[in-house]
């Protein structure tokens, strides 16, 4: 039988667990008299590359060519600047601030010209001649299977960065990862019926041009570039006819890790908006333990 609780008060409870009275506080409460470390001016030694805060999670609109052709999903934010060697430190709330300034505007459409005037008006906040934002976010995507015509939701995860330096302009970079199904030649090869197949995941990063506008949605551009090159696409909603058009079409075009990256690579090296990309292929391989990778850099 529980014992019965003389319960004492909350405030009791509170002393009981540590709480303690107030002390006497002296030190200024209005923020004109509050000595302010951050923007105190020294030799301190060294500039600094990248200054702010990242992990930020944030509601986001994202755009797209397919469908859904506008989705609200949460976004990873990376903010920084740099700051002189003379300087103690950055004003950390002001990222927030500015944040928040695009929410209370009617949301955070992530659009390239919207980043662009982001990170020069965050320059100007933080009384910086530069400012980076980094964002990461899921990008979800209709895919049909290709007898039924089942509609589904396959999603890739999406980095768009941009950086303004004053009387340099912008900057502009970004990255998609996607899942793919690769089947392997030598498997095939050797075989005398069937081949292992796996789970790929194709990495691109771009560098735009200075011309790229977002004419053309670079998202579902990079997707295609590693979809059109693998054994065959993932799809969230298979039948069985669906599976069987799968299953053939992964035979009918092996691919090795070495393949994919070489392959997606010239689809990249086609884009007039790409000025340098790096392509990587992570298999998980369906005999071995191991992954199996390869990956490239060029710049036009």
Not at 57 to 63: A, E, G, R, T
Not at 149 to 161: C, R, S, T
Not at 220 to 235: K, V
Not at 242 to 270: C, G, H, I, Q, S
Request: one cysteine or more; aromatic letters at 8%; charged letters at 25%.
């Amino acid at each position: 039988m529980e014992r019965k609780l003389n319960m004492p008060s909350k405030e009791e409870r509170h002393k009981l667990f540590g709480s303690v009275e107030p002390g006497l506080k002296v030190k200024p409460t209005e923020k004109e008299q509050m000595p302010d470390l951050q923007n105190s001016k020294k030799d301190f030694l060294f500039s600094i590359n990248a200054v702010g805060i990242s992990n930020v999670k944030h509601p986001i609109i994202v755009p797209s060519e397919s469908n859904p052709k506008e989705q609200t999903t949460i976004a990873t934010f990376k903010m920084t600047s740099t700051i002189d060697y003379d300087a103690k430190g950055t004003n950390m709330s002001r990222f927030t601030e500015q944040l928040e300034a695009y929410r209370q505007a009617g949301g955070f459409v992530l659009t390239l010209s919207n980043l662009y005037d982001f990170t020069k008006e965050l320059a100007t906040r933080l009384k910086q001649k530069d400012a980076s934002i980094e964002v990461s976010f899921p990008w979800f995507y209709e895919r049909k299977g290709p007898s039924s015509q089942l509609i589904g939701l396959n999603h890739a995860e999406a980095v768009l960065a941009v950086t303004y330096k004053e009387g340099k302009g912008f900057t502009s970079s970004a990255k998609l990862v996607c899942a793919v199904t690769t089947l392997c030649p030598c498997s095939k090869e050797i075989s005398e019926y069937s081949a292992h197949n796996q789970r790929g995941y194709v990495s691109m990063e771009v560098t735009f041009t200075d011309s790229y506008k977002e004419e053309t949605d670079w998202k579902a551009t990079l997707l295609e570039a590693a979809e059109s090159n693998a054994s065959a696409m993932i799809h969230p909603v298979l039948k069985r006819p669906d599976e069987k058009m799968v299953t053939e079409t992964a035979y009918e075009n092996p691919r090795f890790v070495e393949d994919m990256v070489r392959l997606v690579a010239a689809d990249l090296y086609e884009l007039n908006f790409v000025q340098a990309f790096k392509v990587e292929c992570r298999n998980e391989e369906s005999i071995h333990l191991h992954d199996a990778i390869a990956s490239l850099s060029y710049e036009k």
